[in-house]
């Protein structure tokens, strides 16, 4: 990835968790990403309708060996993330964070979170499982899963909005976000927040319990 796109997907990022720290508490949450207008014909009249940016379909096998697909996250609410098991940085704080979440929704089938692996040549399945065990994570609706990595870093990008990609000069060898993305059960991006620091995380959780009324 271009340093200059590495810096553009950052400010989104940014722009979106300012955007969403001035809702008020009872507005709808926005609808991150590409739009369009498009206009189709019911019952003889033709109506206008916006159509929003999607998370593409995805196929990966998880800590378990077993394939996590669009599916699985169907009429769901999910937040989805990225790390790597050997990550000196970010990652073991925004698990801590991401641990917070998974305990307050564990129990309730429609909140799910898949975090992915961007060193899919070092974190193989087994590892991800030893990874997932030594965290004392019990809850089944948390994905870590394994993929090719050009489409995982090509799914970070383009849906998530979120820069990954190996970089030899950065710690550990990889350059990730440490946001969370919020993403809706019509698969549309719904927020990202700092996966780092408490009170956005505080604000992601919020978050999701907006979006379970809206359901």
């Not at 999607?54 to 378990?64: E, G, K, P, S, V």
Request: aromatic share 12%; glycine share 6%.
């Amino acid at each position: 990835m271009k340093p200059y796109l590495s810096v553009f997907l950052l400010l989104i990022a940014v722009f979106a968790l300012t955007i969403y720290g001035c809702q008020p508490a009872n507005t709808t949450l926005p609808i991150m990403g590409e739009r369009e207008t498009v206009t189709k014909i019911v019952n003889g009249k033709e109506v206008t309708d916006t159509v929003y940016h999607q998370i593409r379909n995805f196929a990966f096998l998880d800590q378990d060996s077993v394939l996590v697909t669009n599916e699985t996250f169907k009429d769901k609410i999910y937040v989805a993330d990225f790390f790597f098991t050997t990550c000196p940085t970010i990652c073991p704080i925004m698990k801590t964070q991401l641990l917070r979440v998974s305990e307050r929704y564990k129990n309730n089938p429609k909140v799910g979170i898949l975090s992915h692996t961007i060193d899919p040549g070092h974190d193989t399945i087994p590892l991800l499982k030893e990874y997932k065990h030594n965290l004392g994570i019990d809850n089944p609706n948390w994905h870590f899963v394994w993929g090719n990595r050009d489409t995982i870093y090509s799914i970070g990008e383009k849906d998530y909005y979120v820069p990954a990609y190996a970089d030899s000069t950065a710690p550990g060898g990889y350059v990730h976000s440490g946001g969370f993305i919020l993403v809706d059960k019509n698969r549309h991006v719904r927020g990202i927040f700092n996966g780092t620091q408490q009170q956005p995380v505080d604000s992601l959780m919020m978050a999701i319990d907006r979006l379970l009324l809206e359901q």
